[in-house]
């Protein structure tokens, strides 16, 4: 694998770390649990190198994985027949002297590994260097220990040999237990159908289409799956092959490695599954109309606007109603939670105000509205100066008119006069008083729609502060939290293995350049 590679695979790590941190106690146990054990497993893989690629030979009871070990390492280390089911502990054979903290951090004991032997090999012993073989108990034993261990290993692995035979192939704990959610890491899995030699030649072709039909079925497309008979030997060269492909490739440990983030992201995708489409401003709107009718706002704007239009006394607002205030709280978070899965929904809630809380920030609020019913400024001026006129424009109208009545004797034309200049007193008095009522008309309109705005928009901050920003955090939290998610399954996936076309090794690479150099440079002499 190299450094860009390696680069990436500890990116996607750490996205998905985050996003674990970040989820926190909103994430099902389970969940929390499968994409803790993947960070750390692959945190902890990258951290010893990719220069071993580990397989393991898994499967059920009498599948024959411990006769294949011994084929495949040409030892007989691995415990075969009637030793074998009394043993939960993992069997290692390392083409390698370096791999002994890789196998401590797998977890097999020191008397079950063995260290392989070049002699063995002879001209091929390159073609395995690095390959740490592992024996795993069966994930079918009537003992719980032994599907314990199995459960524990599978994740560490770089390429999973999954052992069958031709009677429990189609079991269901196989597919169901196991195989099923491996979807995804089919760049990193191989299915060996052993004892092939106890079925008759014209059904071995039917019998591997079923096995490959039943992978189909459980996800699993384009996996190898390779015809094998420990007994006679037959397909065991084969399985070496794939086992050299993998050991030349390796990008096998990084193709395990982003199986494990693609899987472990995929089920983070599971508890956020979706954006909340969801606005802050289009859900205090909702809402804002319940909440004022709670408080008697709009009745108390009417009072003030009556007050400052009769001279009446300043109302109070009363304390905002419990259950309105409670029902508009579980509608905004039906709504805002609708697409959360439940821990996300608990945490929504644990985020925004309660009830009574809501209520008590709604009243505080409120007493900060200005209910003043004072009249218009010059209001108090108006009316004495309309009493005064009327009062004037009263007595001159009486004593203009007896002297025009001849009643008393004033001298003219000072009779008509006075008489006019009552009339216009009079005239002024009224318009006064008009002006006067117009104008506490006005400011009573006025001071109405004020209280209404300054109430709606204390209201509106209380459901902005106490409920919007809250949910507006848990939201994008969950936004983050998918998008790490993402960002974790980003990694594309290797091609099967085939065993068919292996893979150059880097040294096999610069051989082939250095030899298209000196033809190219031939050629040019020549021409």
């Known amino acids: 694998m190299n450094a860009s590679h390696d680069a990436t695979l500890r990116a996607r790590t750490e996205d998905l770390a985050e996003a674990l941190a970040l989820a926190g106690p909103r994430l099902d146990s389970v969940t929390a649990q499968r994409v803790q054990t993947a960070v750390d497993g692959v945190r902890q893989r990258l951290a010893l190198g990719v220069d071993h690629t580990v397989v393991a030979l898994a499967g059920g009871t009498g599948s024959g994985k411990s006769s294949l070990f011994n084929k495949i390492s040409r030892l007989s280390f691995a415990d075969v027949g009637v030793k074998r089911p009394t043993t939960a502990r993992v069997t290692a054979c390392s083409w390698s002297d370096a791999a ?7 977890g097999v004991d020191r008397e079950r590994r063995i260290t392989h032997s070049e002699v063995l090999e002879g001209d091929g012993a390159g073609a395995m260097a690095g390959l740490v073989l592992l024996d795993l108990p069966d994930h079918d034993s009537v003992e719980p220990a032994h599907r314990e261990v199995v459960d524990r290993v599978l994740p560490l692995v770089d390429l999973l040999v999954w052992v069958v035979d031709p009677q429990k192939y189609a079991d269901d704990a196989l597919h169901s237990g196991y195989l099923r959610d491996q979807v995804g890491s089919e760049s990193s899995m191989v299915v060996v159908l052993n004892q092939v030699d106890t079925v ?3 059904q071995r072709e039917n019998l591997v289409e079923d096995l490959e039909r039943l992978l189909a079925d459980d996800g699993l497309h384009d996996v190898l799956v390779q015809p094998v008979s420990t007994r006679t030997g037959e397909g065991v060269a084969r399985v070496r092959e794939v086992l050299e492909e993998a050991c030349a490739r390796r990008s096998v440990a990084a193709g ?14 599971t ?3 979706a954006d909340v489409p969801w606005q802050l401003d289009t859900a205090v709107d909702r809402e804002l109309e319940p909440v004022v009718g709670a408080t008697g706002l709009d009745a108390v704007a009417n009072q003030v606007g009556a007050g400052v239009r009769n001279g009446y006394g300043m109302p109070e607002l009363p304390v905002p109603d419990r259950d309105t205030i409670a029902l508009a709280r579980a509608r905004w978070l039906t709504r805002a939670g609708a697409s959360l899965r439940p821990g996300w929904q608990r ?6 105000a309660s009830a009574d809380q809501l209520r008590a920030a709604v009243t505080t609020a409120l007493r900060g509205v200005d209910l003043d019913v004072s009249g218009p400024r010059h209001s108090r001026a108006l009316r004495r100066t309309a009493w005064v006129c009327l009062a004037l424009g009263v007595v001159l109208g009486v004593v203009g008119g007896l002297a025009l009545g001849d009643v008393i004797g004033i001298a003219d034309p000072w009779g008509p006069v006075l008489a006019v200049a009552g009339g216009v007193l009079l005239v002024a008095a009224v318009v006064l008083a008009v002006v ?10 006025r001071r109405r729609e004020e209280v209404r705005t300054q109430g709606r928009r204390a209201i509106r901050e209380v459901l902005v502060t106490r409920l919007g920003e809250p949910t507006q955090r848990v939201l994008v939290e969950h936004r983050q939290v998918r998008d790490y998610a993402l960002s974790a399954r980003e990694l594309p996936s290797a091609a099967p293995l085939t065993g068919s076309v292996r893979l150059p090794t880097g040294d096999e690479l610069a051989t082939s350049s250095t030899a298209r150099a000196e033809d190219g440079a031939r050629t040019d002499a020549t021409a």
């Open 100 to 106: 002994e903290p890789l196998l401590d951090w797998i």
């Open 200 to 202: 008759p030649d014209t």
């Open 256 to 269: 395990r490695a982003a199986a494990e983030l693609d899987a472990a992201g995929k089920a983070l995708l």
């Open 271 to 273: 508890q956020t599954p």
């Open 347 to 352: 945490s929504l809630a644990e985020s925004a």
């Open 436 to 445: 006067r009522v117009v104008l506490r008309r006005r400011r009573a309109a």
